[in-house]
Nanobody
Framework: QVQLVESGGGLVQAGGSLRLSCAAS????????MAWFRQAPGKERDRVAA????????YYADSVKGRFTISRDNAKNTVYLQMNSLKPEDTAVYYC??????????????????WGQGTQVTVSS
């Protein structure tokens, strides 16, 4: 069992930055690939970034490539999402998620075993 708790969301102006953190409980964090999803009102929950168990592999959605960076610290049981050059269209609830699958193949909500409660990110224009 893994429990995930996100933090770091908030209100920021367009062009600004935020860093999201997701702290995981338990001693098996390094066994899971991790991802960040986001869900805007009336839209589906989409994967924006994912990272392998070791941190050596990463995936980014085209919409955030070059602006967001996912990283993890297995010693601290934490995954991060650094978000730069934020745009109003980045406004959403952001969720971290854990999967026992290989990170590049775990593309949908159904592929993930554990979820955090979400943190709101609002980007004003």
């Amino acid at each position: 069992q893994v429990q995930l708790v996100e933090s770091g969301g908030g209100l920021v102006q367009a062009g600004g930055s935020l860093r999201l953190s997701c702290a995981a409980s338990g001693r098996t964090f390094s066994r899971y690939a991790m991802a960040w999803f986001r869900q805007a009102p009336g839209k589906e929950r989409d994967r924006v970034a994912a990272i392998s168990r070791t941190g050596r592999g990463a995936y980014y959605a085209d919409s955030v490539k070059g602006r967001f960076t996912i990283s993890r610290d297995n010693a601290k049981n934490t995954v991060y999402l650094q978000m730069n050059s934020l745009k109003p269209e980045d406004t959403a609830v952001y969720y971290c998620a854990a999967t026992g699958k290989y990170f590049s193949g775990a593309t949908t909500v159904a592929d993930y075993d554990y979820w955090g409660q979400g943190t709101q990110v609002t980007v004003s224009s």
